[in-house]
């Protein structure tokens, strides 16, 4: 079982809807929960960052966290075409390192 | 200014060259990161520096040497890379090294070798 499974897409959706990123993580320990967006060629950068259960929203962004089921999710709304690009979901492991463990990325292609 | 910089944006070496790649970051951050991305994969740690100390070092092969010069400046020197080394090589920084810290990426360095 990989240390943090997303399901790698693409996940397709149109215009102006919302988009919906899944994560999965088997840590049960990992306090602290991240997205990352990365364009194709270019680095990763922070979209969000999650440490309780609940939901965070920032601007369009919602993530959304549950430790009991060990998943994260991000919704993305009203999706754009700049929304197009792989998003990464990063965890910390349960020991205080500082190491990110990173999901293999979903890739979402929003079409005009 | 939450800024990680990079050079060289891009290099091509042969197999018996020997570079080096920079990061450095002006955020205050003591702890530095080197990540290693081949394409359609998330990125993968090399290397972790905490107030200017390695810590973290993931079983990378001794031709990848990292160097930490002070708390703003990270080096990777390469020599006798393989070409199974091309990659995108991406420096982060955070601020101690810890957990809940977020991790501030570079733009990073493309990496051929022939």
């Known amino acids: 079982q990989k240390e943090v499974e997303q399901n790698s897409g693409p996940l397709s959706v149109p215009e102006g809807a919302i988009a919906s990123l899944n994560c999965t993580y088997s840590?049960?320990?990992?306090?602290?929960f991240f997205w990352y967006r990365q364009y194709s060629g270019k680095s990763p950068e922070l979209i969000m960052s999650i440490y309780s259960n609940g939901d965070k929203e920032d601007g369009r962004f919602t993530a959304q966290l549950n430790k009991a089921s060990q998943y994260v999710s991000l919704l993305i709304r009203d999706s754009q075409p700049s929304d197009s690009a792989t998003y990464l979901c990063?965890?910390?492991?349960?020991?205080?390192?500082?190491?990110?463990?990173f999901g293999q990325g979903t890739t979402l292609q929003v079409k005009p | 200014d939450t800024e990680v910089t990079q050079t060289p944006k891009h290099l091509v070496m042969g197999m018996t060259n020997k570079k080096s790649l920079k990061c450095e970051q002006h955020m205050g951050h003591r702890a530095m990161y080197w990540y290693k991305q081949k394409a359609k994969k998330p990125p993968e740690l090399m290397f972790v520096?905490?107030?200017?100390?390695?810590?973290i070092n993931e079983s990378v092969p001794s031709r990848f040497s990292p160097e930490c010069p002070n708390s703003s400046l990270l080096n990777l020197h390469l020599h006798a890379l393989q070409p199974e080394d091309s990659a995108l090589y991406l420096c982060?920084?955070?601020?101690?090294?810890?957990?809940?810290?977020?991790?501030?990426f570079g733009p990073g360095t493309r990496l051929l070798v022939l």
């Open positions: 990063a965890v910390h492991g349960s020991g205080n390192t500082g190491k990110l463990i």
């Open positions: 840590d049960r320990g990992s306090q602290s």
């Open positions: 520096y905490s107030y200017e100390k390695l810590s």
């Open positions: 982060a920084s955070s601020q101690t090294g810890t957990n809940q810290e977020t991790q501030y």
